[in-house]
């Protein structure tokens, strides 16, 4: 203890001397101020009173301004954007959707999925059903609500949560004579990645949400009813459970959840119900022995069924709106993923394409050891293919510009990509006076497979070559698993030799 003491004694002067320098700045400044305030004042009051008043209103604003700043500064307020009311896509949007879909289909991409949308689209405009989503997380009681709503929907209801793991359409007429279809849909963040995208899928296709919860919000809720908000339709908030809670309790959690929901600037409507179902309970028997039973739990959703009846009795237009605009949305969403999932696969074919011609243009080389990339024929057309491929509109000045700078980065680099390749060489013997030729076509695999694939990095993830990043990449994949890519691409290489080889002797 006496040795921590002393240690500690040195650094408690320190802090005692800046404490009292640092006090002594502060007295000094405060000196100043008031000697200047002080003579500022002796100074204002030699003028007429019109100016003091003025000096005195303009510090004032300033003051205020400067307070003003601070607070919205440190304050706490959404920055959330405030979302759009949706409007149902025009018939040229959809006819645009649809010449997509047909250029699409044209180029070999596989565009089922996203007509697919559009058919069900068609299918429930027709049939005019109206299709409510039920979402939530497990064990919010979602099969019970669905029982209470429809009770001869006959959903499985399980206590220990999680029991709905495919999605289910429940059908009825309701009193306005409609076509109700209820989908219950699996619990988020719990069932894996595949249910929740085809939740959320429901949920762009439905007319109304309804968003069961049985306590205040987590984070994970909070996003997933971010999310929701976003996509522009009738949502509802149930507060589930009632029957768990006194009635300060409940009224509390609807606050909790408003204010939540306020700040998502989106007119949300809360209601609180009891889905019923079943309870466990401890019953205590004459003779004192306990047993605990389950008992059931009558439903009390009057007022969800109020909120509902408002948004069912809006005008059919209307309602069809968000319904549209969800599903074309959607189909969209699809189409671009198809389109990246084509452009990815082909790209591949094109970088290995083009791997192969270098590979075979060293090989056939008269001088061992051209510098194909340098020469830039083959670097310059795989660029303008990708391009074409992403329909990046590029300039051949601007590519040729590339791919000079391209081969300035291997320079430095090639002797390291010959070693590798001479090293990796050494497993295929017999390979004769085609050695300088193999060497270098293992080495310029390497080059165009990286350079290939930084290009489709960047065309992917901007929608543009973007050269100083697309370099980076290029170098990055360069030295990824140089020896193991070098093994693969001398297989290639010989079998393009023993190719020539073939074709040499059959001339003779």
């Given at each position: 203890?006496?040795?921590?003491?002393?240690?500690?004694?040195?650094?408690?002067?320190?802090?005692?001397?800046?404490?009292?320098?640092?006090t002594g700045?502060?007295l000094?400044?405060?000196?100043?101020?008031?000697?200047?305030?002080?003579?500022?004042?002796?100074?204002?009051?030699?003028?007429?009173?019109?100016?003091?008043?003025?000096?005195?209103?303009?510090?004032?604003?300033?003051?205020?301004?400067?307070?003003?700043?601070?607070?919205?500064?440190?304050?706490?307020?959404?920055?959330?954007?405030?979302?759009?009311?949706?409007?149902?896509?025009?018939?040229?949007?959809?006819?645009?959707?649809?010449?997509?879909?047909?250029?699409a289909?044209?180029?070999?991409?596989?565009?089922?999925?996203?007509?697919?949308?559009?058919?069900?689209?068609?299918?429930?405009?027709?049939?005019q059903e109206?299709?409510?989503?039920?979402?939530?997380?497990?064990?919010?009681?979602?099969?019970?609500?669905?029982?209470?709503?429809?009770?001869?929907a006959?959903?499985?209801?399980?206590?220990?949560?999680?029991?709905?793991?495919?999605?289910?359409?429940?059908?009825?007429?309701?009193?306005?004579?409609?076509?109700?279809?209820?989908?219950?849909?699996?619990?988020?963040?719990?069932?894996?990645?595949?249910?929740?995208?085809?939740?959320?899928?429901?949920?762009?296709?439905?007319?109304?949400?309804?968003?069961?919860?049985?306590?205040?919000?987590?984070?994970?809720?909070?996003?997933?009813?971010?999310?929701?908000?976003?996509?522009?339709?009738?949502?509802?908030?149930?507060?589930?459970?009632?029957?768990?809670?006194?009635?300060?309790?409940?009224?509390?959690?609807?606050?909790?959840?408003?204010?939540?929901?306020s700040?998502?600037n989106?007119?949300v409507?809360?209601?609180?119900?009891?889905?019923?179902?079943?309870?466990e309970?401890?019953?205590?028997?004459?003779?004192?022995?306990?047993?605990?039973?389950?008992?059931?739990?009558?439903?009390?959703?009057?007022?969800?069924?109020?909120?509902?009846h408002?948004?069912?009795?809006?005008?059919r237009?209307?309602?069809?709106?968000?319904?549209?605009?969800?599903?074309?949305?959607?189909?969209?969403?699809?189409?671009?993923?198809?389109?990246k999932?084509?452009?990815?696969?082909?790209?591949?074919?094109?970088?290995?394409?083009?791997?192969?011609?270098?590979?075979?243009?060293?090989?056939?080389?008269?001088?061992?050891?051209?510098d194909?990339?340098?020469?830039?024929?083959?670097?310059?057309?795989?660029?303008?293919?990708?391009?074409?491929?992403?329909?990046?509109?590029?300039k051949?000045?601007?590519?040729?510009?590339?791919?000079?700078?391209?081969?300035?980065?291997?320079?430095?680099?090639?002797?390291?990509?010959?070693?590798?390749?001479?090293?990796?060489?050494?497993?295929f013997?017999?390979?004769?006076?085609?050695?300088?030729?193999?060497?270098?076509?293992?080495?310029?695999?390497?080059?165009?497979?990286?350079?290939?694939?930084?290009?489709?990095?960047?065309?992917?993830?901007?929608?543009?070559?973007?050269?100083?990043?697309?370099l980076?990449?290029?170098?990055?994949?360069?030295?990824?698993?140089?020896?193991?890519?070098?093994?693969?691409i001398a297989?290639?290489?010989?079998?393009?030799?023993?190719?020539?080889?073939?074709?040499?002797?059959?001339?003779?």
């Open positions: 203890m006496a040795i921590k003491s002393s240690r500690s004694k040195p650094i408690r002067l320190l802090l005692g001397l800046l404490t009292l320098l640092g700045v502060l000094l400044i405060l000196l100043i101020l008031t000697e200047t305030a002080l003579t500022v004042w002796e100074l204002i009051q030699s003028y007429p009173i019109g100016f003091i008043v003025l000096y005195t209103v303009l510090i004032a604003l300033v003051a205020g301004t400067g307070f003003y700043i601070t607070w919205r500064l440190f304050s706490r307020r959404s920055h959330k954007p405030k979302i759009k009311s949706p409007k149902a896509p025009s018939v040229e949007d959809q006819q645009l959707i649809q010449e997509q879909l047909q250029q289909h044209e180029k070999g991409i596989d565009v089922y999925q996203a007509r697919k949308e559009i058919a069900e689209l068609k299918r429930r405009q027709e049939s109206i299709h409510i989503a039920l979402f939530g997380t497990i064990s919010a009681g979602k099969s019970s609500l669905v029982n209470a709503l429809h009770p001869d006959q959903a499985q209801v399980d206590p220990r949560g999680g029991t709905t793991t495919t999605i289910t359409h429940y059908k009825w007429h309701n009193d306005l004579n409609q076509n109700i279809i209820l989908t219950d849909l699996p619990g988020l963040n719990v069932v894996g990645q595949r249910h929740n995208d085809i939740a959320r899928e429901e949920a762009y296709r439905s007319l109304v949400i309804i968003y069961l919860c049985d306590s205040d919000l987590t984070r994970d809720q909070y996003q997933e009813l971010e999310e929701l908000c976003e996509l522009n339709k009738p949502i509802i908030v149930v507060l589930n459970k009632i029957d768990l809670y006194s009635d300060t309790e409940v009224n509390q959690l609807k606050q909790r959840l408003q204010q939540h929901l700040e998502l989106q007119s409507d809360v209601v609180s119900i009891s889905a019923g179902g079943q309870k309970v401890k019953k205590i028997y004459a003779n004192g022995q306990e047993q605990w039973v389950e008992r059931e739990i009558p439903p009390n959703i009057e007022s969800l069924n109020k909120v509902l408002k948004y069912l009795k809006q005008s237009e209307k309602m069809q709106q968000s319904q549209d605009a969800g599903f074309y949305r959607l189909a969209s969403q699809k189409l671009q993923t198809a389109t999932e084509y452009r990815q696969q082909e790209a591949s074919k094109l970088v290995k394409q083009y791997s192969k011609y270098a590979m075979t243009g060293a090989v056939a080389a008269v001088t061992p050891g051209t194909i990339l340098i020469q830039g024929y083959l670097g310059i057309n795989l660029v303008k293919a990708l391009c074409k491929l992403y329909d990046v509109p590029v051949d000045l601007d590519v040729k510009q590339f791919i000079d700078i391209a081969s300035k980065h291997i320079r430095t680099k090639l002797p390291m990509i010959l070693a590798i390749s001479g090293n990796v060489l050494k497993a013997p017999g390979i004769g006076t085609v050695t300088g030729g193999a060497l270098h076509a293992v080495a310029y695999g390497l080059i165009f497979e990286s350079l290939g694939k930084a290009v489709t990095e960047s065309l992917d993830r901007y929608g543009e070559l973007q050269p100083n990043q697309t980076n990449a290029f170098e990055e994949n360069l030295r990824e698993d140089m020896e193991i890519r070098a093994r693969q297989r290639m290489a010989m079998e393009s030799i023993v190719s020539q080889r073939t074709k040499s002797n059959d001339g003779t």
